[in-house]
């Protein structure tokens, strides 16, 4: 049962809608199904009294994380915020352990990475959809029309007046102004980190198959490619950007051996011309424009949390209030923060917080990339190469309170950490 809500969990996240019991309170199904996993998988190991847990070096980062973002609720300013973020990294991060017991058999893994693939095709079908929607009715009418009744559908009241008031969903592009595609997500930028960590798991599929299936799993892979470019996210470019470097890195003689010629003739042209004759150039190339407004604006804040973080370097600003700090005067929803992953952990709960935190990923790429290299698997190659476009992508967002990216990001966890060298070749 619990494999199978998993798979469901997986597939699913990012059609979840989003409720809002009290004003100002917006809480994603997600949230409730996240807990609910968590129940069954505990009552499963308690009446099996089998409890599988990851190794003790994965088990302390984890568990000292938490740690720190619990204790900096008692010098936050506002410690009604810091309850809310914390009580959400509490709510999430117990999927961890639930993903790491169920990954103990192989067949939980396939159905899960189908899952996850799954998801990512149907939402790349929504989002070109909506994308479509700017040549027929114009941008404005289906602008409003997004903002107004999806977007606080699946994201909530308080969550859907924030990204109206605060649109990222338009952006100006050689003096035109597109609809960037974001599908159920709340902004493009968490759609591309999704979309750009399925990405990978759509050439593993395409490598196992065979025939017919293969050149289905091949387009469905490059569909979700080419709908992550259409979010025009510098960041997730980037991020796509990291994978590819990941990707080369897994040695030229081993990528022979486990992936197709025709994958990298299928996926590295298209990569080069979605660059070089396409809308997307021009993005990618301003991200590193210092004449760009928001680049510098992007610089500003990573040399304003700097600061911060020299001042206490301990301690931080406490979990969601380093805001307060930057406008005294600022409310939760406002979107202020440092656009860097690492800088935003480490102002709020300290450099120890953030090197836990990054310590435990680091640890996943190391375990996925020696995986690839000694045992041959293309699943952990895989994985290797989907955290590091989340790494890449994290260098100029922040997912971490994400209900659509924090769970992926545990399942890649868990899908590393629960590796076993006697696993089948996949």
Same mark, same amino acid.
């Not at 592009?173 to 960590?197: E, K, N, Q």
């Not at 545990?410 to 590796?419: I, K």
């Given at each position: 049962?619990?494999?199978?809500?998993?798979?469901?969990?997986?597939?699913?996240?990012?059609?979840?809608?989003?409720?809002?019991?009290?004003?100002?309170?917006?809480?994603?199904?997600?949230? *409730?199904?996240?807990?609910?996993?968590?129940?069954?998988?505990?009552?499963?190991?308690?009446?099996?009294? !089998?409890?599988?847990?990851?190794?003790?070096?994965?088990?302390?980062?984890?568990?000292?994380?938490?740690?720190?973002?619990?204790?900096?609720?008692?010098?936050? @300013?506002?410690?009604?915020?810091? =309850?809310?973020?914390?009580?959400?990294?509490?709510?999430?991060?117990?999927?961890?352990?639930?993903?790491?017991?169920?990954?103990?058999?192989?067949?939980?893994?396939?159905?899960?990475?189908?899952?996850?693939?799954?998801?990512?095709?149907?939402?790349?079908?929504?989002?070109?959809?909506?994308?479509? =929607?700017?040549?027929?009715?114009?941008?404005?009418?289906?602008?409003?029309?997004?903002?107004?009744?999806?977007?606080?559908?699946?994201?909530?009241?308080?969550?859907?007046?924030?990204?109206?008031?605060?649109?990222?969903?338009?952006?100006?592009?050689?003096?035109?102004?597109?609809?960037?595609?974001?599908?159920?997500?709340?902004?493009?930028?968490?759609?591309?980190?999704?979309?750009?960590?399925?990405?990978?798991?759509? *050439?593993?599929?395409?490598? @196992?198959?065979?025939?017919?299936?293969? +050149?289905?799993?091949?387009?469905?892979?490059?569909?979700?490619?080419?709908?992550?470019?259409?979010?025009?996210?510098?960041?997730?470019?980037?991020? =796509?950007?990291?994978?590819?470097?990941?990707?080369?890195?897994?040695?030229?003689?081993?990528?022979?051996?486990?992936?197709?010629?025709?994958?990298?003739?299928?996926?590295?042209?298209?990569?080069?011309?979605?660059?070089?004759?396409?809308?997307?150039?021009?993005?990618?190339?301003?991200?590193?424009?210092?004449?760009?407004?928001?680049?510098?604006?992007?610089?500003?804040?990573? !040399?304003?949390?700097?600061?911060?973080?020299? @001042?206490?370097?301990?301690?931080?600003?406490?979990?969601?209030?380093?805001?307060?700090?930057?406008?005294?005067?600022?409310?939760?929803?406002?979107?202020?923060?440092?656009?860097?992953? +690492?800088?935003?952990?480490?102002?709020?709960?300290?450099?120890?917080?953030?090197?836990?935190?990054?310590?435990? *990923?680091?640890?996943?790429?190391?375990? /996925?990339?020696?995986?690839?290299?000694?045992?041959?698997? =293309?699943? !952990?190659?895989?994985?290797?190469?989907?955290?590091?476009?989340?790494?890449?992508?994290?260098?100029?967002?922040?997912?971490?309170?994400?209900?659509?990216?924090?769970?992926?990001?545990?399942?890649? *966890?868990?899908? /590393?950490? /629960?590796?076993?060298?006697?696993? @089948?070749?996949?």
């Amino acid at each position: 049962m619990v494999n199978i809500l998993l798979a469901l969990y997986l597939s699913t996240l990012p059609f979840q809608f989003a409720l809002s019991p009290f004003e100002g309170v917006d809480l994603a199904l997600s949230r *409730l199904f996240a807990l609910l996993l968590f129940l069954v998988f505990l009552a499963k190991s308690l009446r099996e009294k !089998q409890f599988r847990l990851p190794k003790p070096l994965p088990l302390f980062l984890l568990t000292t994380f938490l740690f720190l973002v619990t204790l900096s609720v008692f010098w936050s @300013e506002n410690r009604g915020w810091a =309850l809310r973020k914390s009580t959400f990294l509490w709510n999430f991060l117990p999927l961890l352990f639930v993903f790491y017991a169920a990954l103990f058999r192989v067949s939980t893994r396939r159905l899960l990475i189908h899952s996850f693939f799954g998801g990512a095709v149907l939402v790349s079908f929504v989002g070109f959809f909506q994308f479509t =929607l700017q040549f027929f009715w114009g941008i404005e009418k289906a602008f409003s029309f997004w903002v107004r009744y999806i977007t606080p559908l699946f994201s909530g009241a308080s969550f859907g007046d924030a990204v109206a008031n605060y649109p990222s969903l338009l952006v100006n592009i050689s003096g035109v102004t597109v609809m960037r595609l974001s599908a159920f997500f709340p902004d493009p930028h968490m759609c591309s980190f999704y979309l750009g960590m399925a990405v990978p798991f759509g *050439l593993l599929l395409f490598c @196992e198959k065979q025939g017919r299936k293969r +050149f289905v799993y091949g387009a469905l892979a490059l569909f979700i490619f080419i709908a992550d470019l259409l979010t025009f996210s510098r960041g997730g470019y980037i991020g =796509l950007v990291s994978g590819g470097i990941a990707f080369l890195f897994l040695q030229p003689n081993r990528i022979r051996k486990s992936f197709s010629p025709l994958l990298i003739g299928i996926f590295l042209p298209a990569l080069l011309i979605g660059i070089i004759l396409s809308p997307v150039g021009e993005r990618l190339w301003s991200s590193a424009s210092l004449k760009d407004g928001s680049n510098v604006e992007r610089l500003r804040l990573w !040399q304003e949390a700097s600061v911060s973080i020299r @001042e206490n370097p301990i301690l931080g600003t406490g979990i969601g209030n380093y805001s307060l700090s930057v406008k005294p005067t600022t409310t939760y929803r406002e979107p202020i923060y440092v656009h860097n992953l +690492f800088l935003d952990i480490a102002v709020e709960i300290g450099v120890f917080g953030a090197l836990s935190f990054f310590a435990l *990923l680091f640890l996943a790429l190391i375990r /996925s990339y020696t995986a690839f290299m000694k045992a041959g698997s =293309l699943e !952990q190659g895989v994985v290797f190469v989907s955290l590091m476009i989340f790494l890449g992508h994290s260098l100029f967002e922040t997912p971490l309170f994400s209900v659509h990216i924090l769970p992926v990001l545990l399942f890649l *966890l868990a899908l /590393s950490l /629960s590796y076993r060298s006697s696993f @089948e070749k996949v």
